[in-house]
């Protein structure tokens, strides 16, 4: 093999190295993201649930799961107050930047006079 051959056959299998360590640290990175989303998921279930569980006045409140992980609270309550105690309570467990887009737990509207 002339020396011309060598350095394209070098450079090829350096090419093929770096392709295939990017595409392997790429894959990587998505696994390590969706097994870090379904820990935070089901720590955040076995904060929650318990929550929901001692209070009747959840008893229509359920945890989803959040597309970008992590739960998210939907359903009812019977009051704003029990609305506004239940936000508490979830921020006491998981903190309020978690909170901001997974909390769509609702009140009856009052009745205008």
């Known amino acids: 093999m002339d020396t011309r051959s060598r350095v394209s056959l070098a450079i090829v299998l350096l090419l093929s190295h770096?392709?295939?360590?990017?595409?392997?640290?790429?894959?990587?990175?998505?696994?390590?993201g969706a097994q870090i989303d379904r820990a935070r998921t089901a720590e955040e279930r076995e904060l929650l649930a318990?929550?929901?569980?001692?209070?009747?006045?959840?008893?229509?409140?359920?945890l989803?799961?959040?597309s970008s992980g992590g739960v998210y609270l939907s359903g009812s309550v019977p009051t704003a107050a029990d609305s506004?105690?239940?936000?508490?309570l979830v921020v006491k467990q998981i903190g309020e930047?978690?909170?901001q887009w997974r909390y769509g737990?609702?009140?009856p509207a009052k009745p205008k006079p």
Do not use: S, Y
């Open 18 to 32: 770096f392709c295939i360590g990017g595409l392997a640290w790429g894959l990587g990175f998505l696994q390590g």
């Open 50 to 62: 318990p929550v929901l569980a001692a209070d009747p006045a959840f008893k229509d409140v359920t």
């Open 64 to 66: 989803e799961k959040n």
């Open 84 to 88: 506004d105690r239940l936000r508490a």
């Open 97 to 99: 930047a978690w909170l």
């Open 105 to 107: 737990v609702g009140a």
